[in-house]
C-alpha cells in the first residue's frame, strides 16, 4: 500500500483595504521609510481599523475564498484549525467561530505557537490525514497584530500587520508533505510575548502602564531567529538529502529580509527561488507562510520540493519539506 501524504490542493489570502505604508508612521513615530526599509525590507503593511471586527474576520474571508476556489461548501470539511495568536476572545476558539461563519459543524481548535503557527498546524493536519480518518482539511493562518501592537513604539509598529491566508490539505499517494522538523524552547518567553492571560489579568495598572501590548526585544530575537530557523530549514534538507538545487522554493516566514537572507545563504539558495512579499504585508505572524503560498501560488509546478520555515514567539521554530500536488490555472 502506498504511503498517504497530506497534500496542499488549494491556497487563498485575504487582507484588509487599509494600508499602512512607511512614510504613515513617519508622522507616528520618529522613524524613516529608508530606516524601516533597509533594516526590515518592510515598505506597507494592512490594517483591519474596525475594531468590532477580529482576527476570525480575516479568516473567514480566507477561507470563504478557498472554498469558492476549491468549488466545495463548509459542510464538506472535516476539520478547521486556525493559527493564530490574536483570537476573537479568550474562548471560544477563532476556528469554531470560522466553522460556523461558512456552514460547518466540523471539528475546530486553534493552535498557539506565534509565527510558527501554520507549520505546526500543517504538520498536526498533515498526521490527522494519515489517521485516514479526515479528507478535507482547512488550515488558515489569521492575526490582527494591530490589536496588541502599540502605535507609539517604534522598535514594534513598524513590523507587523494584519492578514489571512488557508491551505486546503488532502490525501494523497504521491504529493504533500514528506518531513516535518519542529521546536520549542519556552525559556524565550521574556524576549517575545504579549501578556494577555489568566497569570496577567487585566487590571487598571496594567491597561495604564500598556503592560499587554506586545513586547521584544529585538536583538536577542533576531540573533535567536537566525539561528535557529536557518538551523531547521538546514536540518530538513540533511535528513531528505536535498540539494539546493533540489528545491525549487524556500518559502519563508516574513518577519525581517535579513532573516531570510540568512535562511536562505545556509541552504545555498539563490534569491530567485526565495518566496518574499515582506514588502507589502510586513509580519502577518501565522498568516505569512500561508499568504506567500497565495503570492506565489502561481510559480510553483507540480512535485516542486518546497521548504518551509518559521520562527516565533515562545520561542518556537521548525521546516517542513514537501512536494507541491499542482500547477495553478
Known sequence: MSPIYAAITAVAGWVPEDKLTNHDLEKLVETSDEWITTRTGIKERRILKDQTKGTSTLATHAVNSLLEKAGISGSEIDLVICATST???????????VCDAIGSKAMSFDISAACSGFIYALEMASNF??????KKIVVVGADKMSSVIDYKDRNSCILFGDGAAA?????????????????????????????????????????TEEGHYFHQDGKSVFKHAVTNMSSAAASIMERNSLTAEDVAYLVPHQANLRIIDATAKRMGVESDKVCINIEKYGNTTGATIPLCLWDFEKKFKKGDNLVLAAFGGGFTWGAIYLKWAYDAN
Do not use: Q
Open 167 to 207: 491551505v486546503l490539505i488532502e490525501p494523497s499517494e504521491e504529493f504533500g508533505v514528506i518531513d516535518t522538523v519542529m521546536h520549542s524552547d519556552g525559556s524565550g518567553k521574556e524576549l517575545l510575548h504579549v501578556k494577555r492571560g489568566s497569570a496577567y489579568p487585566f487590571t487598571k495598572e496594567v491597561v
Open 87 to 97: 483570537p476573537d476572545m479568550g474562548f471560544i476558539s477563532t476556528a469554531n467561530l
Open 129 to 134: 490525514i494519515k489517521s485516514g480518518n479526515y
